[in-house]
């Protein structure tokens, strides 16, 4: 399919749905970047802790089943050895 057919079909289809919003501060979770295109396609601003990133479909269900472990106690270290403790913001 052309890219600016493509493009056009997307903003058409943009409209309309953002006509239909209720809700105009979501928190998407996708497993890929399509929750990122979803909601720059509807001029949302991007409140996703996923945004843009791509998790394996098992790690994925994972994640939704303990969303509180991994978005706010979960410890991450970074390369150097670091610990960060930070959760996603409320």
Same mark, same amino acid.
Request: charged content about 20%.
């Given at each position: ?63 939704? %089943? ?13 390369? %150097? %050895?670091?610990?960060?403790?930070? %959760?996603?913001?409320?």
């Amino acid at each position: 399919m052309n890219s600016g057919f493509r493009r056009l079909m997307r903003k058409g289809l943009s409209k309309r749905e953002k006509a239909r919003l209720t809700n105009f501060t979501p928190t998407v979770f996708a497993s890929n970047c399509n929750g990122g295109v979803m909601t720059h396609d509807l001029g949302l601003q991007f409140r996703s802790p996923t945004v843009n990133l791509f998790i394996r479909p098992g790690e994925f269900v994972r994640l939704l %089943g303990n969303l509180h472990h991994y978005l706010y106690e979960a410890h991450f270290v970074a390369g %150097g %050895g670091c610990r960060l403790s930070r %959760g996603y913001p409320r």
